[in-house]
C-alpha cells in the first residue's frame, strides 16, 4: 500500500524563500518513495511524501520550524490511494 503524507507552511512575511530552503534541507531517514516541494502565493511550502506503507504506520515526517519563520503552526495531512472507478 502507499500513503502519502503532505506538509504545508505559511511563511512569517518575507520569508518565503527562507522556509523554502529550509524544506529542502530537510532529510528523511529512511527516505520515502518519491518526495515533491511546491511553492504557492502568501509565500506557502507544500512538501508531499509518498511512502510503501499501511495508513497507520509510523513514518519520519518534517518538524516544525523555529517559530521566525512562520506564521502559524504548519498543517499536516495523511493520504491513500483511492481506486480508480
Do not use: C, K
Not at 512569517?12 to 515533491?36: F, I, K, V, Y
Not at 506503507?53 to 495523511?78: C, I, K, N, Q, S
Amino acid at each position: 500500500m502507499t500513503v502519502a503524507l503532505m506538509w504545508e507552511a505559511r511563511a512569517a512575511e518575507g520569508r518565503g524563500e527562507d522556509l523554502l530552503s529550509w524544506a529542502r534541507a530537510q532529510h528523511l531517514t529512511p527516505e520515502p518513495l518519491r518526495r515533491e516541494t511546491f511553492r504557492a502565493p502568501q509565500d506557502r511550502v507544500l512538501v508531499i511524501t509518498w511512502w510503501d506503507a499501511a495508513y497507520d504506520t509510523e513514518l519520519p515526517e518534517l518538524p516544525e520550524p523555529d517559530g521566525e519563520l512562520v506564521m502559524r503552526a504548519v498543517h499536516r495531512w495523511r493520504f491513500e490511494p483511492v481506486p480508480e472507478a
